[in-house]
């Protein structure tokens, strides 16, 4: 089966960063895309970032362009969200999705999550 495992979320002030980790096991890391979602209270659970196998493809939901970079070290199975320049409104669980696919410039999840991670952000 397939684990991913989220860290690295916190509490930061507005303008502050983060960067959350996830580290995948169960798949043959390198074949996969994976994503970053959120659920802030009383939303949807939205796309943040996805990435494809190789990492060279890259997608992000239009609020966190230019602030947020997803990226992935295949040699360590891990996908990497590094989050600048934090807004309050990013408050959110933040989860993994691993092996989903990316396709004509957009992620599509999998069934596989992990079970997320808290950031917070003050204003």
């Known amino acids: 089966q397939v684990q991913l495992v989220e860290s690295g979320g916190g509490l930061v002030q507005a303008g502050g960063y983060l960067r959350l980790s996830c580290a995948a096991s169960?798949?043959?890391?390198?074949?996969?895309?994976f994503g970053w979602y959120r659920q802030a209270p009383g939303n949807q659970r939205e796309l943040v970032a996805g990435?494809?196998?190789?990492?060279?493809?890259?997608c992000y939901e239009d609020s966190v362009k230019g602030r947020f970079t997803i990226s992935r070290d295949n040699a360590k199975n891990t996908v990497y969200l590094q989050m600048n320049v934090l807004k309050p409104e990013d408050t959110a669980v933040y989860y993994c999705?691993?092996?989903?696919?990316?396709?004509?410039?957009?992620?599509?999840?999998?069934?596989?999550w992990g079970q997320g991670t808290q950031v917070t952000v003050s204003s």
């Open positions: 990435i494809s196998n190789g990492g060279g493809l890259t």
């Open positions: 999705n691993g092996g989903g696919v990316y396709t004509g410039g957009r992620y599509y999840s999998s069934t596989n």
């Open positions: 169960g798949l043959i890391f390198s074949s996969y895309a």
